[in-house]
């Protein structure tokens, strides 16, 4: 809780709970905050880190609530972290960290390694102690991957060569992140006395985190998969959802009871489904949720912001944010050159990571908390990591002239040696696609249409809530999505703004009209098939937008009426015998 008094005072609203009047004013800001950056294209992080310092700084918090307010909001803050935790779990796989293995071990390994060591460093010159300079380096190596992928996707480059980049780099800053806050309680409390010494506690933190470790394998091995398939077989949206949500939970709550973090919990619960074939549909569905709460943690950071306290050191939080940014950046372009990066994929890659991430503001949040530093610190360190993220978007689309600049004069001009898209695997395969048929559905239409498409040449993805049939088709090697098309997310993961067609090769023209609406929104020009069992659905389809719709009950009366006529013909050119 802030200790300065507020700007102005605001009077508490009603008799609504002190937090939900909290979460309706936070809520409520970020909605409108967020509608004007969006006009002006910047970043919504931004948005959410200044409706923090907004709440913070006008007394809200303490005419609703105080202490209890503020601490109930860091809880839900904590879930957004563990959400984003599981999250990349789930988006972490063997198999792309095979398919990225130079960028991420040698590229991650490097920039994490000169990163941390130069902010250590400087850490040091200040005075700092080891603990906190050890905090402050891991955390300024850290990078935003929430920002730079989706400002990737913004761009269209998500499967540039940049992007491949920045993707194998945020693999290793994820692994070592994990590991770094299984260890960050043993710095936090490096200055404070224990019965068996720095190494006794090391000793039980690493039995802990062994038998933890353990009974996640077991889990991941035989217990998430088979009770994911149990669930999926029932159909049931909101039992698939809540079963994705309680095994997240309920190893984080484990990992809590053994004096590990939430965090690693959750990432621990994410691999246990990384490589299951429900991986898609589990994203689909929880990546709202981790958005809500993700957000809530972007919120509380800014509730630590004291603007008056900022004020006074604004000259050093302009000086750390354009060290790190322009360091960082310089950094880790060198090393993606050095790994055969031309110049544009390089500084994009580059410039996607030069800012702090979402890990390094719950390090300095943590950190400070543990008086590993004063407040003005704590101030500058927080305001820098916040305001560097929000620059990422902006610097990115600078790589464009910048690069020009350098191939103009013949600096940096290299090849990239092999095609790495050919040892992709299936969601590297998916992100590839492009010009490409949306099969909804692999039912006899659904396997006659791909196979007649793939026949032709045209590449296809397709969409298929039967678990059996999806296990199928990925080992005949065809590109699917375990996912329901009625979610706006299925959409996004399918690319449908770069495909050629999309096909409903079921009759449901509820679910069909439902994903037509997303379909529409993503790619206006898009041609859609559909299918309706009804003339009455038929007519809706059309009214949706659906090119073609095939009549079921239509064609199936065309096709009894030409066999009856030619049966009827045949029966009366028949001689009597």
């Not at 992080?45 to 105080?66: M, R």
């Not at 310089?330 to 993606?336: F, L, T």
């Not at 006899?444 to 059996?468: F, H, Q, S």
């Not at 009856?564 to 050119?573: D, N, S």
Request: glycine letters at 8%; one cysteine or more.
């Amino acid at each position: 809780m802030l200790s300065h008094e507020p700007l102005f005072p605001l009077i508490a609203v009603g008799a609504a709970p002190p937090l939900f009047a909290l979460l309706a004013i936070m809520l409520s800001t970020v909605v409108v905050v967020s509608l004007l950056l969006l006009r002006v294209q910047k970043s919504l992080l931004v948005g959410y880190f200044a409706c923090g310092v907004f709440v913070a700084n006008t007394g809200v918090i303490e005419a609703l609530g105080g202490v209890e307010s503020h601490d109930a909001v860091y809880q839900m803050a904590e879930f957004g972290v563990m959400m984003l935790m599981f999250v990349l779990g789930m988006e972490f796989s063997v198999s792309e960290l095979r398919f990225l293995r130079r960028f991420a071990l040698v590229g991650g390994g490097l920039q994490m390694t000169i990163c941390a060591l130069a902010a250590l460093a400087v850490a040091k010159l200040f005075g700092l102690p080891w603990a906190a300079a050890i905090v402050i380096g891991v955390a300024f190596a850290m990078s935003s991957t929430a920002v730079s992928l989706k400002t990737f996707q913004d761009m269209e480059l998500s499967g540039s060569p940049g992007a491949r980049f920045a993707l194998g780099v945020a693999i290793f800053q994820d692994l070592f992140i994990i590991a770094f806050l299984v260890f960050l309680p043993l710095l936090l409390n490096a200055g404070h006395e224990s019965e068996g010494g720095v190494l006794g506690e090391l000793l039980w933190l690493l039995l802990r985190g062994g038998a933890f470790m353990i009974l996640a394998w077991v889990n991941a091995k035989w217990i998430v998969p088979n009770l994911l398939h149990a669930v999926a077989r029932t159909r049931s949206r909101e039992l698939f959802t809540l079963t994705v949500v309680g095994c997240c939970v309920g190893l984080a709550w484990i990992g809590s009871l053994l004096e590990l973090s939430l965090a690693l919990g959750a990432f621990v619960a994410g691999l246990a489904v990384s490589e299951s074939v429900y991986k898609h549909r589990i994203l689909s569905d929880i990546l709202p949720i981790k958005d809500i709460f993700l957000t809530l943690f972007f919120v509380s950071v800014g509730l630590l912001i004291d603007l008056r306290l900022a004020a006074q050191h604004w000259h050093a939080i302009l000086v750390i944010t354009a060290v790190l940014v322009t360091a960082k950046g310089v950094i880790i372009s060198v090393i993606a050159m050095a790994l055969g990066q031309i110049n544009r994929p390089a500084l994009l890659g580059g410039l996607s990571l030069c800012s702090a991430g979402e890990f390094s503001l719950l390090l300095m949040q943590k950190a400070g908390g543990a008086g590993l530093w004063d407040a003005a610190m704590q101030q500058s360190l927080i305001a820098s990591g916040a305001i560097s993220m929000g620059l990422v978007p902006a610097l990115m689309k600078a790589a464009e002239p910048i690069s020009k600049w350098f191939d103009d004069r013949g600096w940096g001009r290299r090849h990239v040696s092999g095609s790495l898209l050919d040892e992709a695997p299936m969601h590297q395969r998916v992100k590839a696609l492009s010009g490409h048929a949306i099969i909804c559905g692999h039912g006899p239409v659904g396997r006659a249409l791909n196979r007649a498409l793939i026949g032709e040449g045209v590449p296809t993805l397709v969409i298929e809530l039967n678990a059996d049939t999806v296990r199928a088709l990925m080992k005949d090697g065809q590109t699917v999505l375990f996912a329901d098309a009625a979610h706006e997310e299925t959409w996004a993961l399918a690319r449908v703004e770069n495909a050629t067609l999309v096909a409903f090769t079921f009759p449901d023209a509820s679910t069909a009209a439902a994903a037509m609406h997303h379909v529409r929104d993503h790619n206006p020009e898009i041609c859609v098939l559909a299918r309706a069992r009804f003339a009455s659905d038929q007519a809706r389809l059309e009214r949706l937008g659906a090119n073609v719709v095939i009549h079921d009950e239509g064609e199936a009366a065309d096709a009894v009426v030409n066999n009856g006529l030619q049966i009827a013909a045949r029966v009366r050119t028949r001689p009597e015998s």
